[in-house]
């Protein structure tokens, strides 16, 4: 292994020998690849998931490597198909896990679009790996994108509309007993 050097040239020479003589020496340059760069191992939400985010969701972002918390400012977007886009504050509680919380409360029913680049490193300076090919790509290889979508607020079935399904879930938990209704 050598430590914190992302490609290194590395000579061999190869000499033939056996129990009754040597052959003539070779020499050959192999590259290295020695390191690659941090890559992305879960999001949250995600709209693979099938359901929809709530208004006011952070977004979390977890890797398989420490990040330099130095090269996240500038190196994110979040987008939203009707809102534009979107201010947050960035939260590393651990060096491996990024929280984006947004400034306002997203609109109801969009499409947010998470945008990571390659100019997040690790901590010896490695470029986000964000085709998980373990080489340097240029960004629009390399960057990771992601989306999810918003629900509405007091759509509490999911169905994207406010109807008497929803309303009676409401009435159900404010005149009901105390059960585990989460709105």
Known sequence: DIAHRYVQDVLFRVIPSDKWASGKGD?????????????VTSVSPDINTGQNSLWFDVIKVDFDQDIDPLSVP????VTGSKSGN??????????QEIILTPDSWYTALETVSVELNTGIVNNWGTPLDG???GDPDPPQEDNVRFQFRTGMLADYDGSNS?????????KNAWTG?????SM
């Not at 020499?27 to 890559?39: H, R, S, V």
């Open 74 to 77: 500038g190196n994110i977007t």
């Open 162 to 170: 406010i109807d008497l399904a929803d309303f009676n879930t409401l």
């Open 86 to 95: 979107i201010s947050f504050t960035t939260e590393l509680p651990d060096a």
């Open 27 to 39: 020499t050959i340059t192999l590259e290295i690849d020695n390191e690659t760069g941090p890559m």
């Open 177 to 181: 007993t105390p059960k585990d209704y």
């Open 131 to 133: 085709n998980k090919n």
